[in-house]
């Protein structure tokens, strides 16, 4: 998911370049949307990781 968050960053990089500010700022709020998502998925892993570590040992 991160993957596809630093592709949509990349696409709105290149087209607020070009002049594109529609597709950019489409792009940004993608990819925006997709790093929160992955940061959440992460955070809960670790905290689902530190507690079952606990529960084993």
Request: glycine share 12%; aromatic share 18%; no cysteine.
């Amino acid at each position: 998911m991160l993957k596809w968050a630093i592709i949509f960053f990349v696409i709105s990089v290149i087209a607020g370049i070009f002049g594109f500010t529609g597709v950019a700022s489409g792009a940004r709020g993608i990819a925006k949307v997709l790093f929160f998502i992955a940061l959440a998925i992460f955070l809960i892993v670790l905290v689902f990781g530190v507690l079952l570590g606990v529960m084993v040992f």
